[in-house]
Nanobody, 121 residues
Framework: QVRLVESGGGLVQTGGSLRLSCAAS????????MEWYRQAPGKQRDLVAG???????NYADSVKGRFTISTDNAKKAVYLQMNSLKPEDTAVYFC???????????????WGQGTQVTVSS
């Protein structure tokens, strides 16, 4: 079994900052990608930022220059530093990891439980 545990969400005023964390544990032999998604009420879940095992990153246009994704490979953790937050950043944020496991031939994906980020105007 693979488990992702997220933390760091909360309530912040416009212009403030938050740092989200997501730690993976379980049968993980190799991590291919680590990503953050978000889902606002009544909307679809969208990719916010992602990083590959090679260190390549990508960001949604709406967060470029404000959010930074980073990892700690030893801890199997991914972080999202969010600065200059706006009310439209309000959503539940989910981490997603694509990984390989011992005894499993194909890569699999896992989701965290989500953490609420609320930005007040």
């Amino acid at each position: 079994q693979v488990r992702l545990v997220e933390s760091g969400g909360g309530l912040v005023q416009t212009g403030g900052s938050l740092r989200l964390s997501c730690a993976a544990s379980g049968n993980i032999l190799r991590i291919y990608t680590m990503e953050w998604y978000r889902q606002a009420p009544g909307k679809q879940r969208d990719l916010v930022a992602g990083v590959t095992s090679g260190g390549s990153t990508n960001y949604a246009d709406s967060v470029k220059g404000r959010f930074t994704i980073s990892t700690d490979n030893a801890k199997k953790a991914v972080y999202l530093q969010m600065n200059s937050l706006k009310p439209e950043d309000t959503a539940v944020y989910f981490c997603h990891v694509v990984f390989g496991s011992q005894g499993v031939s194909l890569p699999r994906g896992a989701w965290g439980q989500g953490t609420q980020v609320t930005v007040s105007s």
